[in-house]
């Protein structure tokens, strides 16, 4: 007798479709008709190995059958949070990376990517290289896109014979929405890692990575409209990104928007920016923001050094 899904549960298929990893399972999930607990656990495993606990919790609720399959991976992220308390001395526990490695590969072996992942950056941090890199491949292959972005970053780094095969994880990482990836793989396409220079998709995964919040992109992308590389030429898009960028802490934006804003006679403004750029380390600076203070009067001095030290960052990546 077949096992039928749990009462007030159908017409599941649209909602979990953005969980599959491929297109050959989502029909593997239609073929089902209604029924999933006819879904083989190999396939459903590998649906949910990136689940994050929301996520889990809400599949385990399809059929008895998922319920049960599920249960390795809802004990994985039972590990994977005591992984990050003792990674980090959370929720009363004190910081213990060995402890931390143990409870993330507890919940590795129990098939969840998260877990691998984080157990791959401490044994990276711990110089174990190769044993973090089998892990982000682990990862990688069931889909998880930081999984295939760190695998690319650390063939980059560790591997360079490996360009080629970098630039295809960082790939398939950018097309999942992974910014981090989309910046990497713009830099690679940008600077030709192990083949030719392409400065128009470059510039595209740079825009794509600056609309998703990573900052360092939004300045390569303010870059790419001032002198247009990859894009067309446009000074009001470079200096939109560039105060964008500005804004959330890129202390080269803040240099550079700071430059702009004394050329159309902002000085300002134009201050606030290169006081910030010059708190971040940026040597340049300090010259430029020294040749207006003297051009401004004393209470005007005070005002916007007052408004660079209460300044704070936008959000970002």
């Known amino acids: 007798m077949k096992q039928k899904t749990w009462p007030g549960r159908q017409n599941r298929q649209s909602t979990f479709k953005f969980w599959l990893s491929s297109e050959a399972d989502f029909r593997q999930l239609r073929s089902s008709d209604g029924d999933f607990s006819t879904l083989p656990s190999d396939i459903l495993t590998k649906i949910a190995a990136s689940f994050t606990l929301p996520h889990l919790q809400a599949a385990s609720l399809v059929c008895k059958s998922w319920s049960e399959g599920l249960r390795p991976l809802r004990e994985a992220l039972l590990f994977l949070k005591w992984g990050k308390r003792f990674k980090h001395g959370r929720g009363g526990v004190r910081p213990n990376l060995d402890k931390a490695l143990d409870s993330f590969l507890k919940g590795a072996v129990r098939g969840s990517t998260l877990a691998m992942v984080d157990a791959g950056l401490l044994y990276w941090e711990m110089g174990k290289k190769d044993k973090a890199i089998a892990l982000y491949k682990k990862a990688a292959v069931l889909g998880d896109p930081s999984g295939q972005c760190n695998l690319g970053l650390s063939y980059l780094q ?3 014979s490996k360009q080629k095969e970098a630039v295809k994880w960082l790939f398939q990482a950018s097309k999942s929405g992974h910014v981090r990836a989309q910046y990497q793989l713009a830099l690679c396409l940008h600077q030709g890692c192990g083949f030719d220079r392409h400065l128009h ?16 992109a939004m300045y ?4 790419c409209y001032s002198v247009g590389e990859g894009l067309a030429q446009s000074h009001r898009q470079a200096r939109k990104w560039m105060k964008r960028a500005a804004d959330r802490g890129h202390s ?8 702009g804003l004394f050329s159309e006679g902002e000085k300002l403004k134009a201050v606030v920016y290169l006081e910030l750029a010059t708190h971040a380390g940026e040597t340049a600076a300090v010259h430029v923001k020294n040749v207006i203070l003297q051009q401004l009067p004393a209470t005007s001095r005070d005002h916007v050094m007052n408004l660079a030290n209460n300044w704070r960052a936008l959000p970002s990546l």
């Open 220 to 223: 390569r992308v303010a870059l």
């Open 158 to 160: 560790a591997e360079p």
């Open 252 to 259: 080269k934006a803040q240099y550079e928007h700071g430059l």
């Open 201 to 216: 998709e470059a510039a595209r995964w740079y825009l794509k990575a600056a609309e998703g919040g990573y900052v360092r």
